[in-house]
């Protein structure tokens, strides 16, 4: 299974700044994911991460606040603009596996734990 | 808009008990996903079904789907505590691999 790391873990911000939050996969993946946690909550998918494109986003969720690159077939960032309080989440990255016996497995990364203060 | 309900959202439990999760979803889809979640980590993947009538096992948890009913159950066996854990069922929508997430269900195994 693909093996995904995120930096940073966690991270607290300050209202107004920008954070830029990396995931790393140790294979080349055709679909990446951002999703977003918020407290208590379950996961809600931000957009998936294209390569070589712009990234398609889900209702609810803009380029200018969330903007991703997928520079390659393993790595992208989110960056998370112009912070609030209600940014405090945990933002996890996924990758879906398209070979052999794990085709369709989705794994999620470590997840990065913002708080905005 | 797809919609994804999971019943019990609270599930407390004695040890060696069977208990189901119910996981209704709104419009048809071609895969569904079982997660657990352990407090602060990130999701581990359990199952994936991708067929009508497809069933699954694990240790003690076995999971089955009914694309026509668009209901997954997700059964626990004879529960210990180290099941204790939010466990989510996903759903692909419309196409691109993208998942619509269930609300979770909180399993609590009590000794």
């Known amino acids: 299974s693909a093996v995904i790391s995120q930096k940073p873990s966690r991270d607290i911000c300050q209202r107004g700044t920008s954070l830029t939050i990396q995931c790393q996969v140790d294979s080349q993946v055709t679909m990446m994911f951002w999703y977003r946690q918020q407290p208590g909550q379950s996961l809600t998918l931000i957009a998936t991460a294209n390569q070589g494109s712009e990234a398609t986003y889900e209702s609810g969720f803009v380029i200018d606040k969330f903007p991703i690159s997928r520079p390659n077939l393993t790595f992208s960032t989110l960056t998370v603009s112009n912070m609030s309080p209600e940014d405090s989440s945990i933002y996890l990255c996924?990758?879906?596996?398209?070979?052999?016996?794990?085709?369709?497995?989705?794994?999620f990364g470590p997840g990065t734990r913002l708080t905005v203060t | 808009e797809l919609k994804v309900e999971q019943n019990p959202l609270f599930l407390s439990m004695q040890e060696g008990k069977n208990y189901t999760i119910y996981c209704n979803y709104s419009?048809?889809?071609?895969?569904l996903y079982w997660y657990r979640q352990d407090p602060g980590k990130s999701l581990e993947s359990l199952f994936v079904?991708?067929?009508?009538?497809a069933v699954k096992q694990e240790g003690r948890l076995m999971a089955s789907l009914d694309t026509k009913a668009r209901l997954s159950t997700l059964h626990i066996t004879a529960a210990v505590h180290d099941l204790s854990a939010t466990y989510f069922c996903?759903?692909?929508?419309?196409?691109?691999?993208?998942?619509?997430f269930g609300e979770g269900t909180q399993l609590t195994v009590n000794p």
């Open positions: 079904l991708l067929s009508n009538g």
């Open positions: 996903a759903v692909e929508n419309g196409g691109g691999s993208r998942l619509t």
């Open positions: 996924s990758v879906e596996d398209l070979t052999g016996q794990n085709s369709y497995e989705q794994y």
């Open positions: 419009t048809t889809s071609d895969r």
